[in-house]
T-cell receptor, first 116, second 115 residues
Framework: DADVTQTPRNRITKTGKRIMLECSQT?????MYWYRQDPGLGLRLIYY???????NKGEISDGYSVSRQAQAKFSLSLESAIPNQTALYFC???????????????FGPGTRLLVL | AQSVTQLGSHVSVSEGALVLLRCNYS??????LFWYVQYPNQGLQLLLK??????LVKGINGFEAEFKKSETSFHLTKPSAHMSDAAEYFC?????????????FGTGTKLQVIP
C-alpha cells in the first residue's frame, strides 16, 4: 500500500462548487503539505501543517482552506472553485526529526482537478 | 529569499548518451539542495540531496549531482541515459539555517530519451 494516498485521483467540478481533496499518510510523519503544480510553474506551496494544531499559509493560499483532522490526515478545500484552480494537486509529508530544511518530502500520487 | 532556476524546460538525449540537467540556485544562507523526479502520472520522489556533507552527491538510478558554491550550481548528471529515465525533473532549495525552511521548487525539466 502507498504511504501517502490522495482521493480522489481525478475530479471535474463546476465553477462555484465547494470541493474537498483528501490526503492520508501511514509514514507517521508530523509535517504535511499541499502543493499545486501547473505546467511551466513547477510546484507552489498552498498550505502546510507541522502538527494537528498548527496550520500555516503558503505562497498561494487565497481561495483555499485546509483541515488537519489527525496526524495522518490533511484535507484541502476549495470553497468556491474557479477555472484558474484547474491544476494537479499534491499532498506531501516530511519528518521534522530530519528537519532544519534537509528533510525529504514524500509525495502522494496527485489529484487532477478540472474546474469548468 | 531563495530561488532555483532550471535551464531548459525540455531536454532530449539519445539512449546511452550523457544526461545533464542544469540547476542554479540563489540563497542568502548555506542551502540544502534537492533533485526530485516525477514519472508520468506519479508524484515526485527524491533522487538525491545535498546537505553540506560531500559536494558530490550520488542518488538513485545512477544519477549524481555536484554542489559548486562558486558557480551557485547543482547540476544533475547521468553517464548513460536509459529509456526509463524519461520523466520530469525538479531542482529544489531550502535554507540550511535550522528551524522550518520552506522548500522552493524549480519549474522543472522534462527529459526525453530517444531510442
Amino acid at each position: 500500500d502507498a504511504d501517502v494516498t490522495q482521493t480522489p485521483r481525478n475530479r471535474i467540478t463546476k465553477t462555484g462548487k465547494r470541493i474537498m481533496l483528501e490526503c492520508s499518510q501511514t509514514k507517521g510523519h508530523d509535517r504535511m503539505y499541499w502543493y499545486r503544480q501547473d505546467p511551466g510553474l513547477g510546484l507552489r506551496l498552498i498550505y502546510y501543517s507541522f502538527d494537528v494544531k498548527d496550520i500555516n499559509k503558503g505562497e498561494i493560499s487565497d481561495g483555499y482552506s485546509v483541515s488537519r483532522q489527525a496526524q495522518a490526515k490533511f484535507s484541502l478545500s476549495l470553497e468556491s472553485a474557479i477555472p484558474n484552480q484547474t491544476a494537479l494537486y499534491f499532498c506531501a509529508t516530511s519528518d521534522q526529526r530530519t528537519g532544519g530544511g534537509r528533510e525529504t518530502q514524500y509525495f502522494g500520487p496527485g489529484t487532477r482537478l478540472l474546474v469548468l | 529569499a531563495q530561488s532555483v532556476t532550471q535551464l531548459g524546460s525540455h531536454v532530449s538525449v539519445s539512449e546511452g548518451a550523457l544526461v545533464l540537467l542544469r540547476c542554479n540556485y540563489s540563497s542568502s544562507v548555506p542551502p540544502y539542495l534537492f533533485w526530485y523526479v516525477q514519472y508520468p502520472n506519479q508524484g515526485l520522489q527524491l533522487l538525491l540531496k545535498y546537505t553540506s556533507a560531500a559536494t558530490l552527491v550520488k542518488g538513485i538510478n545512477g544519477f549524481e549531482a555536484e554542489f559548486k558554491k562558486s558557480e551557485t550550481s547543482f547540476h544533475l548528471t547521468k553517464p548513460s541515459a536509459h529509456m526509463s529515465d524519461a520523466a520530469e525533473y525538479f531542482c529544489a532549495v531550502s535554507g540550511g539555517s535550522g528551524g522550518y525552511q520552506k522548500v522552493t521548487f524549480g519549474t522543472g525539466t522534462k527529459l526525453q530519451v530517444i531510442p
